[in-house]
């Protein structure tokens, strides 16, 4: 079973249920003093108990795309079918705005090879939400919150 499937049915089941940076001053820089940086969460599941995320960011907003790197796994709490781990890698850029909100900071995150594309909006300096390719976030969005570690 394909991680983009489920996250794209939680996505709608989320919604159903209810590359340049703006100036540096607007917002605040994504800190990444480490050489990586990690967010975690579970992410709802039509099919099971919860999908748990990892993505691991590395490189910082002003390095070069080819240093900007990002690693994700996707888990599956009590599937019926049992799946394998997904895993994907690839490199992120870093967008300015949303549907809503001008100034708000989305990182798209694009696996090497096959693989859905993936947004996340920039909540805070320690909370990343997966939002939709329009950059439009969802009804339940704090369900489609991951912490960083």
Do not use: K
């Not at 579970?42 to 995320?53: Q, V, Y």
Request: hydrophobic share 35%.
């Amino acid at each position: 079973m394909q991680v983009r499937t489920l996250l794209a049915g939680s996505a709608m089941l989320a919604f159903l249920a209810g590359c340049a940076a703006g100036p540096a001053d607007d917002r605040a820089d994504m800190a990444m003093d480490d050489a990586e940086v990690v967010y975690q969460g579970t992410l709802p599941c039509r099919n099971c108990a919860g999908i748990d995320l990892s993505v691991n960011l590395r490189g910082d907003e002003q390095a070069a795309l080819e240093e900007r790197t990002f690693d994700l796994r996707a888990s599956y709490r009590d599937h019926p079918q049992d799946p394998p781990d997904e895993e994907y890698a690839g490199n992120w850029e870093v967008l300015s705005g949303t549907a809503v909100d001008p100034d708000a900071t989305v990182y798209e995150l694009t696996p090497d090879g096959e693989g859905q594309i993936y947004y996340f909006l920039r909540v805070d300096d320690r909370t990343l939400e997966l939002i939709d390719p329009q950059r439009r976030r969802f009804q339940n969005n704090e369900a489609l919150q991951l912490q960083r570690q």
